[in-house]
Every structure is written in C-alpha cells, then in structure tokens.
DNA sequence: CTCCAGGCTTTAG
DNA sequence: CTAAAGCATGGA
C-alpha cells in the first residue's frame, strides 16, 4: 500500500466528493473509499493533511490535480471580488477538479441528464457488478468501470432492467460506438472543437458535453449550465437569459480558464444552501 | 396526486 | 434558427 500525504488547506476529501463531480465513492472509516475506472483509493482528513492510500499512487496524484497550485487559483477566484463567488470559494476552498477516467466520465454523466444524484449512484454501481471486472481493496471486493466493449456487448433492454430508463439507447449507442472509435483522438483537440465532437454522441448535449469535457479533459474552461446553475444565475447574478447556451457563455466570458472551478464553488455552495 | 432531478432527442413552427 | 413535446424512474 502506498501514501500520499499532502497539505489538506485546498485538499478536503469531503468538498472534492460531494460537490458532485463524481459518483462512485462511500464514506469507510475516517473517510471515503473512491473507485475511478479499475483504481481504488481510500482518503481521509488527518488534522492538517490529507491522506491518500492505494495502489496506484500515480494514478490518484494526477486524479486529485495535485501538481496545481489551488492556493493561487483559489486567490485569482476571490480576486473577482462577487461577494457570492468570494463566499463559496471561501467556503468550498477543499474542492479541486478531479482527473477522472475519461469513458467512465462520458458514461455516468450520460446517466446524470434529468436525473437526481442517488439514482445516479445506483445506476452506475449496477453497472459496473454486471460488466466490471472484480478487484480487491482492502480486503473487500469491488467492481471496475467496465470497458467500452463490455458496455457495448449489451443491448438496450439490459440497461432498462439496470433503472436507466430511456437513456437506455444512449448507452448501448454510444458504448458501441467508443469501443469502435476509441477516444484518444478527442484529446488532440481544442476546447470548442472537443465540445462540437461531443455533442455528436447520441445522449450527450450541451452541459453533459461541458461535464465531460471538464472532468473527464481537464478543460478548465468549461462551465457546466445544469438546473441549480440556472437558478442561481436567475437568484444572485440577476440573469435575465433564458437559454442555457447563452448563460454558459456569459459564465465563460467572465471566468476564461477559471470557469470550471469557479462552477464547482458555485454549484457546491447552491446545493448546499448557501 | 403532482413535481423534480447535474437534459437530450425529435418534431414542429 | 428557436420552441416545445416526450421521455423512465423513484423519492418528496
């Protein structure tokens, strides 16, 4: 077992997990256990730091963004001088943009669209017993994000047993496609450009596109426009837009390459009534 | 019972 | 181009 241990000022397990950018993790001990793709990390809260124990320390260093120095953008964000943004940053200062599996992002945020996050949780779990291939960490058993060829090999009914509902024929299409195609093309490619080949997946629009693309790409530049963004940009931003695609890019005329984080802030603090 | 959840696809105007 | 209907499911 490997540890990594590091300043948990900008680093809290909790903000980085509930603010809900991820779906496949539960409270274990002093903290959480996390699955991403077929790794498996178990991090907590020890005083000033933060804990991070696994196999794969590599892994879960570039998952938890550490090389970046969230000091400076933490700073930069407050820098805006938004009373509300200021708040949440303050607040939220724990939260950092994970660097999540990239076909495991596209396929639970698929899953996400008009839909609430326990029901995502459970969707995605059944998935991964059905088609992942079973590990081991801490001595208890778990299920890998399957591959695409795995989640390809399904036909819709399967996911509709599994309580996709109708997003059942965007899985099986777009998992036949990725397990064709593959991905790795889509990281040669800008912001906007990443975003336009998104958006041609059947089941991805808009925000879902802008989801991926930030947590799946680490495209900071994206600002996800969900239903608690729009309410909030109605509430504390005093919009008057109506259509989400105009609301993204005030967002991200205003923020540039801080969009991502500062969406994370704020879409954490709204939820949690703030 | 209705309304809502990290919306998207399809069809109509 | 924009607008709106329809969509599965489960919890409040």
């Known amino acids: 077992m490997q540890k990594i241990i590091y300043d948990g000022t900008y680093f809290s397990p909790k903000d980085c997990l509930e603010c809900g950018q991820i779906f496949r993790f539960r409270e274990y001990e ?33 998952f938890f963004d550490l ?7 933490n700073n930069r964000i407050k820098g ?18 994970l660097n999540q599996n990239r076909e495991e992002t596209i396929f639970s945020f698929i899953i996400s669209q008009n839909n609430n996050i326990p029901r995502i949780k459970g969707i995605i779990e059944k998935i991964c017993r059905a088609l992942g291939e079973r590990r081991e960490f801490l001595g208890k058993e778990y299920y890998a994000f399957p591959f695409a060829a795995a989640l390809a090999s399904k036909p819709p009914e399967f996911y509709k047993t599994l309580g ?4 059942d024929v965007f899985l099986s299409n777009t998992s036949k496609r990725i397990a064709d195609e593959g991905i790795d093309f889509l990281d040669k490619l800008s912001t906007p450009e990443l975003k336009k080949q998104l958006l041609t997946y059947l089941g991805i629009g808009p925000k879902v596109a802008d989801c991926i693309s930030l947590f799946g790409f680490h495209r900071t530049d994206s600002f996800p426009v969900d239903t608690w963004i729009e309410k909030l940009y109605r509430e504390d931003f005093s919009g008057t837009l109506t259509s989400r695609d105009k609301i993204n890019a005030y967002f991200c005329q205003m923020f540039g390459e801080d969009s991502g984080l500062v969406q994370q802030y704020l879409f954490y603090a709204k939820r949690g009534n703030l």
Request: aromatic share 16%.
């Open 30 to 62: 002093r903290g959480y256990i996390i699955f991403s793709g077929s790794e498996a990390c178990y991090v907590y809260s020890d005083g000033e730091n933060t804990v991070i124990e696994c196999e794969n320390s590599e892994y879960f260093y570039n």
């Open 67 to 73: 090389a970046r120095d969230y000091a400076q953008i």
């Open 80 to 97: 805006y001088d938004i009373p509300i943004l200021s708040r949440a940053a303050e607040i939220c200062r724990g939260v950092r943009i």
């Open 164 to 167: 996709a509902g109708y997003r």
